[in-house]
């Protein structure tokens, strides 16, 4: 017996036609609806946007971070790391 999915509640997003085939598209690629691939890019979007921040921040502090990687590595009384 096939076990029904819950629906999740949606809305209607306007788009232009080419965004929608597009849309379409890798819906049909992935195996997946519509709404899924949206979320899938919204997802992704944030996943970028963090990762730009990260970046941002790497740059901001390179020569704070060389310092530190050009510091000896502390070893133990017994002189392992």
């Known amino acids: 017996m096939l076990e029904v999915m819950a629906q999740r509640p949606t809305t209607?997003?306007?788009v232009y036609p080419e965004t929608r085939a597009e849309i379409s598209r890798l819906a049909e690629a992935e195996g997946?609806?519509?709404a899924e691939v949206?979320?899938?890019l919204v997802a992704r979007s944030?996943?970028?946007e963090l990762l730009d921040e990260m970046?941002?921040?790497d740059a901001a502090h390179a020569a704070e971070l060389g310092a530190l990687a050009r510091e000896p590595?502390?070893?133990e009384a017994d002189g392992r790391p």
Do not use: F, G
Request: aromatic share 12%; charged share 30%; proline share 6%.
């Open 12 to 14: 209607t997003v306007r």
């Open 32 to 34: 997946i609806s519509a």
């Open 38 to 40: 949206l979320e899938r």
């Open 46 to 48: 944030a996943d970028d």
């Open 55 to 57: 970046n941002a921040w």
């Open 73 to 75: 590595y502390p070893l």
